[in-house]
């Protein structure tokens, strides 16, 4: 098991203390300390910001699990969400998802052995006019094909490379 350092737990505090000041945040607030803790909230993770936000761990652990940006299971640096709805399917998503996995060499819902990726499948990501999409991180692509997605896979590969 992990531990969180003292540095990374005084971080988690005082993006705590942002959310104590607007409850209205708490979404925002969690991703960014998500982002502190390699993509996840483990159970250290989840009792240092539960105690720093008061809010009963219980609580926090049900919010992290309904939404599926969060997750309690360590992730890749870059987590790509592949929308399986309807547009996206009935646009080649199924394609450019078995591109995405074959690439990486993993399957949905695991993480690349180099720990960089994280494949994961999620509802409705709002581009249905440009599909198939996926959201690596924050940021959005569309219109995608295999050939396209590769290349946006080396894009990251090359951005962690000496």
Do not use: W
Request: hydrophobic share 30%; aromatic share 8%.
């Amino acid at each position: 098991m992990r531990q969180l350092s003292r540095e990374t737990i005084d971080q988690l505090q005082r993006l705590a203390a942002v959310y104590k000041e607007t409850n209205e945040r708490l979404m925002e607030v969690l991703l960014e300390m998500q982002k502190l803790t390699d993509n996840c909230f483990d159970r250290e993770t989840l009792g240092v910001v539960s105690d720093a936000m008061g809010i009963p761990e219980s609580k926090m652990y049900d919010y992290i699990t309904f939404y599926s940006r969060f997750s309690t299971e360590k992730r890749g640096k870059y987590i790509i969400r592949m929308c399986k709805s309807a547009p996206c399917h009935v646009c080649g998503a199924r394609e450019v998802a078995r591109s995405i996995c074959d690439y990486l060499e993993v399957e949905p819902g695991d993480t690349t052995d180099d720990g960089l990726f994280t494949v994961e499948f999620c509802e409705c990501i709002g581009l249905c006019e440009s599909s198939p999409s996926v959201m690596i991180n924050d940021e959005t692509y569309s219109d995608l094909t295999p050939d396209k997605i590769r290349g946006i896979l080396d894009y990251y590969r090359k951005e962690v490379s000496p």
